[in-house]
Structure formats: structure tokens, C-alpha cells
């Protein structure tokens, strides 16, 4: 199923199915893509960092044997990969928190999928790359999903305003795939795998990293799909262009 083009609802119609597609994306990690030790958690108030979900971990680090998801090692195949050289002020002089659940379990990884809310104003663009900023400064991964185009408060996209600390070479979206899949490892220095994508394109499956290294698949498309049908039928017409809102 395609990408829809969700810049013509109002933002209530997309929060609504970002908070669906959160949950869905939630319980396709529980289900068994996760490898044993490792749970997500939707819309988990912690410090500093609130992501749509996390990724927590009851023990340091699993044995190979000890079931549940596969662990990936090789390199994501996404379109695009990023790599830095180490900066020596990259966040060290930022206040940072330690980033506990409230039962004392880490958190290890995050995935923000982006509301228009996120993009309203200049504060919210600040808030929310200052949010991504802090994870990965504090060695939390990071899965960035931006389904709504660079607007006039964060013209380089969401992935670009954060990623330009690195660089005048870090990548904007295409202007031709204006949408932006990102996936941070936090690695000294931090790895971007993106994928760009445009309203019409299939979702890729997005890697998802929960130690250096090892990542899991989050299966975007099946969810979205999911997801999708549980959208009222007039406002799946006005998203796909068969009617407008005062029709």
C-alpha cells in the first residue's frame, strides 16, 4: 500500500492514526522480533526523552541462544548511509540525564513517528531534534519516521535539521522522495541509515538498533496496512483526493 499524502486532513485525523500505527508497531516488536530481554513500551513517560515507542531490556545483553527475535549484524541495506568523524563537542556540553524505566529496566532504543505537532512551530521542530539529539548522545538508537514534507520550520526535514550538526554534507531529503526514514545507531560517532520516500512509494522495513551492531527489522508496511484499515471510510476518500473535507 502506498504512502498517503496525510498534509490534506487536519492533524487530529493523523493523530489518530499515529497513536493506531504506534500500538501496532508496538505489538509486531512484542510478537517475537524482539530477541528475548527486550520489550517495547508505547507512549512511556520518562525523562527528557518521550518517544512514541521504546525499546527497553531487562538484562545487560542476551546470549545468542537465548530466543526470541534474530539479531542482525550486517550492514542495513538502506538507500542511503551516513557516517561522521568524531566530534569533540558533539553534545558533550549539553546537560544530560540517565534515562531509566521506572522499574529500573534501560532504555536502549526509541521510534519516533512525527505528527504534525512535531512540526507546527519552531519550538516543536526544536523539541523534537533536541529529543533525538539527547538519546544518541546518551547511546540510545534512534528509528525516525517523517511521513509529512519539510515545512517552514524545518526545511531541511526533520533529518536534516538534526543530522547538520555533523556537517554542511549531511543529507536533506531528495527533493523528488521529500519524506525520510532514518535510522540513528548511537556509535561514536553516529551512523544514518535513510531511506527517502515519497507519498505513493511502499514503506521499506526499517532497521531498528538495540546494541552497536545488532538490529532488528520493524516492519513498517505491514503495520501501516494494518493500521490504514481501521481509518474512517470518509476520511480514506479525502486522503486518497476522491472528496474534500466539505464534501
Partial sequence: MPVHDWTRVPAGIFHDFHTRW????TEAL??????????????????????????????????????????????????????TEPLSNYR????????????????VSLIEVVS?????????????????????SQGIHVLLVDLLPPGKFDPLGLHGEFWQEFGPESASEPLDRPLCLASYEA???????????????????????????????????????RTWRGVPEFWREVIEGQRTVEG
Fill in 92 to 107: 558533550r556540553l549539553r546537560r544530560t540525564v540517565a534515562i531509566r524505566h521506572v522499574s529500573g529496566h534501560r532504555v
Fill in 116 to 136: 504534525p505537532a512535531n512540526k507546527d512551530r519552531k519550538h516543536s521542530v526544536d523539541q523534537i531534534v533536541g529529543k533525538i539529539q539527547d538519546a544518541v
Fill in 187 to 225: 556509535v561514536e560517532p553516529p551512523a544514518a541509515f535513510l531511506e527517502p520516500v515519497s507519498v505513493g512509494d511502499t514503506l521499506p522495513d526499517m532497521p531498528l538498533f538495540y546494541d552497536d551492531g545488532l538490529y532488528v527489522n520493524v516492519p513498517l508496511e505491514a503495520t501501516y496496512q
Fill in 22 to 25: 504506534c500500538s501496532d508497531i
Fill in 30 to 83: 512484542n510478537e517475537g522480533l524482539l530477541p528475548k530481554g527486550f520489550y517495547a513500551l508505547t507512549e512511556q513517560t520518562i525523562p527528557v526523552v518521550r518517544p512514541d515507542v521504546i525499546t527497553l531490556s531487562s538484562i545487560p545483553k542476551p546470549p545468542d541462544d537465548a530466543g526470541g527475535g534474530t539479531a542482525t549484524m550486517s550492514p542495513p541495506r538502506t538507500r542511503m548511509t551516513l557516517k
